[in-house]
T-cell receptor, first 112, second 117 residues
Framework: NAGVTQTPKFQVLKTGQSMTLQCAQD?????MSWYRQDPGMGLRLIHY???????DQGEVPNGYNVSRSTTEDFPLRLLSAAPSQTSVYFC???????????FGDGTRLSIL | AQKVTQAQTEISVVEKEDVTLDCVYETRDTTYYLFWYKQPPSGELVFLIR??????QNEISGRYSWNFQKSTSSFNFTITASQVVDSAVYFC??????????????FGKGTKLSVIP
């Protein structure tokens, strides 16, 4: 059972570079989300999607872009990396609004 | 807007002690869901329990128990006879109608529990 798969697990970028964090789920879940986790801040919602072709902003969307062309995939794009985006990023999916979220193992991203 | 407050940033207990992790939430919605997640030192997020706003029945699962009280907007988590393997960061989360047509999950900042052998 793959569940939610995130790649890469670690990444170091230079300021100004762009990159895409990949997220894929094989549970046919409609709802997918991206969170960032910073020390002492808990998890904060970046963007989310309620189905293919539908995305919306969360609490901290600036500097990030998402798309949802298929049910399975929900990539997160950093347009121009900044040191403030150094964080651990988690992708999650859920079957329904009242169901628990299934999380990927996270991507640890460092921006120099 | 919704909010989750976990006032205890860090807790240390000696093994076999009982410990309660507090969670207080705010929402204007009458329909909502509350969750607890565990994040061990390895970093993954593990789902522990879900409770909906219409079910105030307390739940017990082995050494874990949860006390949901709508009157005080609290959803506290108790570990009985703590063990070293319980050492982790625990997150309380709230999912309520956001007003934008979708439910969003709001996390507390987490409580780091250290169980000392």
């Amino acid at each position: 059972n793959a569940g939610v798969t995130q790649t890469p697990k670690f990444q170091v970028l230079k300021t100004g570079q762009s990159m895409t964090l990949q997220c894929a789920q094989d549970m046919n879940h409609e709802y997918m989300s991206w969170y960032r986790q910073d020390p002492g801040m808990g998890l904060r919602l970046i963007h989310y999607s309620v189905g293919a072709g539908i995305t919306d902003q969360g609490e901290v969307p600036n500097g990030y872009n998402v798309s949802r062309s298929t049910t399975e995939d929900f990539p997160l794009r950093l347009l121009s990396a900044a040191p403030s985006q150094t964080s651990v990023y988690f992708c999650a999916s859920t079957q329904g609004q009242g169901q628990p979220q299934h999380f990927g193992d996270g991507t640890r991203l460092s921006i120099l | 807007a919704q909010k989750v407050t976990q006032a205890q940033t860090e807790i240390s207990v000696v093994e076999k002690e009982d410990v309660t992790l507090d969670c207080v939430y705010e929402t204007r919605d009458t329909t909502y869901y509350l969750f607890w997640y565990k994040q061990p030192p390895s970093g993954e997020l593990v789902f522990l329990i879900r409770r909906n706003s219409f079910d105030e029945q307390n739940e017990i699962s082995g050494r874990y128990s949860w006390n949901f009280q709508k009157s005080t907007s609290s959803f506290n988590f108790t570990i009985t006879a703590s063990q070293v393997v319980d050492s982790a960061v625990y997150f309380c989360a709230l999912r309520a109608y956001s007003g934008a047509g979708s439910y969003q999950l709001t996390f507390g900042k987490g409580t780091k529990l250290s169980v000392i052998p």
